[in-house]
């Protein structure tokens, strides 16, 4: 029985006020809050195992090293991966996505086809704009329907995975809309075209079960702050016979095997790609996220992740002045709800919701090309996780009611 | 301070009617500026003629704050001369980088003072700032000259 309350318990920040109301934080798409286990983790590496990795033969150093690949170790257990050398630890997940577009995209050349689509986060195009930009490829995008799912006749009738596609790189849940892509059928489509298929599983990883070998996935990419774990460690999973013919990405420290002044041979992965003094205690501090998140049991944070997405969901759909973005059934759908408020701009909700302990987001979400696929310039954006309530869902639409009241002047008129 | 008092009357009033709204003929410079990190956006016009701003038109979307701040500032500015503009412009600057210490000077900035309660979120200062730069980017491509101090 998944007991919220005592989830709540390991996170201290959940009982501080803000505006002298009870924190109520809806922004774990952003970054999610962090259990104490996580924290001490780090504290605990850094006051009695600090060393650098690899290179340090003394015991500090054997013990660093040790320390950071068991958390490879604990991340390839997580997601079912192979095994631990299939696990590339990155700065986050953009950085993962930059190491996926440079090292496929060195095989690109004019006449190639990258394929994404409207949802991604700036994270999941911008790159591949870029190694588009340098081959000459061409970049090309799956639309997406009214209700917010991908467009797949549409993609169909335009023959968009076809032949020329050497790439096909999608999110597995918006981080904007919600929505969960078929991810097996698309990559079956570009594994029948000799594609390799990418998928930014940053926000879904930290929401369910995850088997990254069965996902149909070749590459996929994920953070470690949205699932409890510290800023500044990322996860690139490749099948390892992928891998293994990829070149390296960033030079330096600790990716080489020989190196000579006329050139250097290369590391096997994971360390090709991890050049110069990894995040060592971050990694550890993932490592510890997700054994707390193993023990919790991902499916049983995903019910709860749906129960509580269901009754914001429930809750909006009570507000007529409220529109939500994306699919409004919880099948195939993730955490994220995004909408927005008549005569409110999300920057002054936001504010106003932020001055009743609320915290959500404002703004395009990183996704500036799907709000104008969808006609608006931005949107806020309510996000709960592990240790979010029916209490704090219920106290997000109270707020709201007041914050479109408030603003369209309802509350002023009747205060005079 | 209070949400309320930050959101004064005179913000949402500015916000739900804004003074001088709309693109007019004709004009010496036109500019586009765009918050990247939240999307609000204008597209403003400025006329000058000799040391005197006559008109300031705009087209813009965005937050309240950045929507009621360029409205005010229209109020303040058309028909004023550019050197007095531009010390406008310094007092409203210098306000919005107060953190909410610094109060405007009434007889001078008028409803532009309403905007002190903005300066203690340090999030929100770009968006009020957000017109009045792109008046100063206009007014310098129209050939306006202006002090190298500011910016």
Not at chain 1, 193 to 220: E, F, K, N, T, Y
Not at chain 1, 319 to 337: K, S
Request: aromatic share 6%; hydrophobic share 40%; net charge negative.
């Amino acid at each position: 029985m998944y007991d919220v309350n005592m989830v709540r318990a390991d996170f201290p920040v959940l009982d501080r006020e803000v505006s002298g109301h009870r924190l109520v934080y809806l922004d774990s798409a952003n970054t999610s809050q962090k259990p104490r286990c996580v924290v001490g983790a780090v504290e605990e590496h850094y006051l009695h195992h600090n060393a650098n990795v690899a290179r340090a033969m003394h015991t500090l150093g054997a013990e660093a090293t040790e320390a950071f690949e068991e958390a490879r170790g604990k991340v390839a257990g997580f997601i079912n991966a192979a095994g631990a050398e299939e696990i590339v630890f990155t700065k986050n997940a953009s950085e993962a996505l930059n190491l996926a577009a440079n090292t496929l995209g060195a095989r690109l050349a004019p006449g190639d086809e990258v394929v994404v689509s409207v949802m991604e986060h700036h994270s999941n195009l911008v790159p591949w704009q870029l190694a588009c930009q340098r081959t000459g490829a061409r970049l090309r995008w799956f639309d997406i329907t009214e209700d917010g799912r991908l467009d797949l006749a549409k993609a169909h009738a335009e023959g968009l995975i076809g032949e020329r596609t050497k790439i096909v790189s999608l999110t597995w849940a918006s981080n904007v809309l919600g929505t969960v892509n078929p991810i097996q059928s698309i990559a079956d489509q570009a594994h029948a075209v000799g594609a390799v298929m990418v998928v930014d599983g940053s926000q879904w990883v930290p929401q369910a079960p995850c088997d990254a070998r069965a996902s149909g996935a070749d590459i996929l990419v994920f953070t470690g702050h949205k699932m409890c774990g510290p800023t500044g460690i990322g996860v690139l999973w490749g099948r390892g016979a992928l891998l293994a013919e990829l070149p390296p990405f960033l030079g330096g420290g600790e990716m080489i095997e020989i190196v000579r002044m006329e050139g250097s041979t290369y590391a096997p992965p994971p360390h090709r790609f991890e050049a110069g003094t990894p995040p060592i205690a971050q990694a550890v501090g993932l490592g510890a996220a997700v054994d707390y998140l193993a023990g919790l049991g991902m499916a049983d944070v995903h019910a709860h992740e749906q129960e509580i997405t269901a009754r914001i969901l429930q809750g909006m759909a009570s507000l007529d002045f409220i529109h939500v973005m994306g699919p409004t059934e919880m099948a195939d759908r993730g955490g994220a709800v995004s909408f927005t408020v008549d005569g409110v701009h999300p920057h002054d909700l936001m504010q106003l919701l932020d001055s009743r302990g609320v915290a959500v987001r404002g703004g395009h979400h990183c996704a500036a090309p799907l709000h104008r696929r969808l006609g608006i310039q931005s949107s806020s954006r309510a996000s709960g996780y592990l240790y979010t309530t029916k209490e704090d869902v219920d106290a997000l639409i109270e707020t709201l009611d007041w914050a479109h009241d408030f603003f369209t002047g309802r509350t002023r008129l009747r205060s005079l | 301070m209070s949400i309320e008092a930050m959101y004064q009357d005179i913000i949402l009033d500015h916000y739900h009617e804004k003074h001088h709204a709309g693109l007019r003929e004709p004009y010496g410079a036109e500019v586009h500026h765009v918050n990247p990190s939240c999307g609000d956006e204008i597209t403003l016009r400025a006329a000058i003629d000799g040391d005197t701003i006559t008109d300031i038109s705009y087209e813009a979307e965005g937050c309240s704050i950045s929507q009621a701040s360029v409205s005010v500032m229209a109020d303040l500015l058309i028909g004023r001369d550019i050197t007095d503009s531009m010390a406008l412009f310094e007092e409203f600057r210098t306000m919005m980088e107060g953190q909410g210490k610094v109060p405007g000077d009434e007889d001078r900035l008028e409803d532009g003072i309403a905007f002190v309660g903005v300066a203690q979120f340090p999030a929100r200062v770009k968006c009020a700032m957000l017109g009045w730069s792109a008046l100063r980017d206009a007014l310098a491509r129209a050939g306006a000259e202006l002090s190298p101090t500011a910016q």
